[in-house]
């Protein structure tokens, strides 16, 4: 496997008012553009076996509720913390409101960052907080400097998101390769 061309690429999103679900089909069309072609499903109607059919999983995951999980996600947590995800590569994008929510911007995606640690896939898509502005997020580095994935707020920035999909696919995509090289 050298390349995401070759992999066999998943895309699992949870919502409760769609974003994450159109973010998704963005990601998924800019990978169509690269000849990828991408298995996007609900966490509502992943098992297992989901895991075992793909090489390399995308996973949206929007914040509610001042720092809370999107409830479908939460209700996996026992599914997703009995995997092991070794050999798997995993990449992750949040989504949350930075001026709305500034306290807890993006903090579930660092509750799915740490499952994902914890059942050992391999972490790539990194993202740095350049050009967003919030106090305090469990979605990001202690020092700041980066978000454990993709950092989309369709409330406040939603005229930068096609551009940073854009950006972060091509960047997921050579250190996919780049991963598999080494
Ligand atoms: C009541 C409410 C609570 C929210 N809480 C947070 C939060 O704690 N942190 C955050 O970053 N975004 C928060 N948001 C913003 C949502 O995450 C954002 O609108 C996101 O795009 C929703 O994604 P979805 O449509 O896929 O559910 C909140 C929004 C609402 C309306």
């Known amino acids: ?101 500034g306290d807890y911007f993006l903090d579930a995606m660092g509750w799915l960052h740490e499952i994902m640690q914890k059942v050992n896939a391999n972490m790539i898509g990194y993202w740095p907080t350049v050009g967003y502005d919030f106090e305090a997020s469990l979605g990001c580095s202690p020092d700041k400097s980066h978000f454990f994935g993709l950092a989309i707020d369709e409330d406040q920035q939603f005229e930068q998101t096609d551009a940073r999909v854009s950006h972060w696919v091509k960047q997921i995509s050579e250190e996919y390769g780049a991963d598999q090289a080494a």
């Open 1 to 101: 496997m050298s390349n995401l061309a070759q992999a066999r690429v998943g895309l699992i999103f949870g919502t409760d008012t769609g974003n994450t679900e159109d973010v998704g089909e963005k990601i998924c069309d800019e990978l169509a553009t690269m000849g990828i072609s991408v298995d996007m499903t609900n966490i509502t109607d992943i098992d297992e076996s989901y895991f075992e059919r793909h090489d390399f999983i995308i996973m949206g995951i929007p914040t509610w509720d001042f720092g809370g999980i999107q409830e479908d996600w939460e209700d996996q947590y026992g599914m997703l913390n009995s995997l092991d995800l070794s050999g798997k590569t995993v990449a992750l994008y949040g989504l949350g409101d930075q001026l709305g929510y």
